[in-house]
Every structure is written in C-alpha cells, then in structure tokens.
C-alpha cells in the first residue's frame, strides 16, 4: 500500500513536472507581436476578401449598379461591397475609392490592393479591380461578362493603369 501511495505521488509530480516543461518551452518559443505578425494578419484580410469576392463570380454587371447590392455590379460597387463585409469602408465611385488608402506602385502589389484604370483613355480613372495575386485581377465589367478573375500583365487594364492603393491596414 506505501509503494502505491508513492507510486501516484511520483505519477503526480512527474505529471506537473512536466506540464511546467511544456509551459516554459512553449513561452520561450513565443514571438512576440511584430511586423512579421501585423504581414500575417493583413495578409488573412485579404485572403478573405478575396476569397469574399470570388463567391460572386458570374454575377452580372450593370454600369452604375445601386450600391448595397449584390446581385448585380458594377466594378466600385463590387469593390465596396466586398470590402466592407470586413470592415473596410470605401467611397462609391472609382475615382473617389483612387483617392483612398497609400500609392502603390505596379511592381509592388499585394493581394488586396485596388488598382485603378483608365480605360476610356480620357485622362479619368474609370475602372477598378482587386489584385489577388500572381499577377491576377478580381473585378467585374461589361455586360455578359460579370464578375470574373482576369490576367493583369499586358491586359487594358494594365495599358490604361493609372494608380494602386492599399486600403487593407
């Protein structure tokens, strides 16, 4: 009966033993919250917001589409609407969502970037896209082609480009 008593006594103070191992190896490998961290979360926003957009692939489009909507838009209204489901609040129109957030130049862009064109060759912003990456826009325009993911390397919309932004903090 002794040797059993010190038998649970010795499972017991092996077992806290080691739960204080794991505890002081599991904190002396915490990183703690640093610009790798703040990349990561912001990399997960937009992650989200892509992957938020690519759920309305194939809605239509229709030039000056009433925000709020999603059943059917145009290219502001499908990137406001899609940044707001995270929280990202952007202006209307195209023109007013390019004067939002910090320049980014063409060669720098991240997924979740805006990018922003001209493709009216007037002298006006007049279209904007969701860059996602590997050199791939998520944007909607023209009837009969709706929401859809587009190369962005040699397309109008990098011809007529005009300025990128990143909204995503």
Same mark, same amino acid.
């Given at each position: 009966?002794i &040797?059993?008593?010190?038998?649970r006594i010795?499972k @017991?103070?092996? =077992?806290?033993?080691?739960?204080l191992?794991i505890?002081?190896t $599991?904190?002396?490998?915490a990183? %703690?919250? &640093?610009a790798h961290?703040a990349?990561?979360?912001?990399?997960?926003? @937009?992650?989200?917001?892509?992957?938020?957009?690519?759920?309305y692939? =194939?809605v239509? +489009?229709?030039y000056?589409?009433p925000?709020?909507? &999603?059943?059917?838009f145009?290219?502001?209204? #499908?990137t *406001? +609407?899609? +940044?707001?489901?995270h929280?990202?609040?952007? %202006?209307?129109?195209?023109? *007013? *969502?390019?004067?939002? $957030?910090t320049?980014?130049a063409?060669?720098q862009l991240? %997924? $979740?970037?805006?990018?922003f064109?001209?493709?009216n060759?007037? /002298?006006?912003?007049n279209?904007? &896209?969701i860059y996602? /990456?590997?050199?791939k826009?998520l944007h909607?325009?023209?009837v009969?082609? /709706?929401?859809t993911i587009?190369? #962005?390397k =040699?397309s109008?919309?990098d011809?007529? #480009?005009?300025?990128?932004?990143r909204?995503i903090r």
């Amino acid at each position: 009966m002794i &040797s059993t008593k010190k038998s649970r006594i010795g499972k @017991a103070l092996l =077992g806290i033993a080691m739960s204080l191992s794991i505890a002081v190896t $599991g904190n002396l490998l915490a990183v %703690p919250e &640093s610009a790798h961290a703040a990349a990561v979360s912001n990399a997960s926003v @937009a992650d989200k917001i892509i992957a938020t957009g690519k759920r309305y692939l =194939g809605v239509r +489009y229709q030039y000056a589409a009433p925000g709020g909507r &999603s059943d059917v838009f145009d290219c502001s209204s #499908f990137t *406001q +609407y899609v +940044y707001k489901k995270h929280g990202i609040n952007l %202006p209307r129109s195209s023109r *007013q *969502q390019a004067a939002v $957030g910090t320049v980014v130049a063409k060669n720098q862009l991240k %997924p $979740g970037d805006l990018v922003f064109s001209d493709t009216n060759r007037d /002298g006006k912003i007049n279209h904007v &896209s969701i860059y996602i /990456g590997d050199g791939k826009l998520l944007h909607t325009y023209r009837v009969g082609i /709706g929401v859809t993911i587009s190369n #962005f390397k =040699g397309s109008t919309w990098d011809k007529t #480009f005009v300025t990128a932004r990143r909204v995503i903090r």
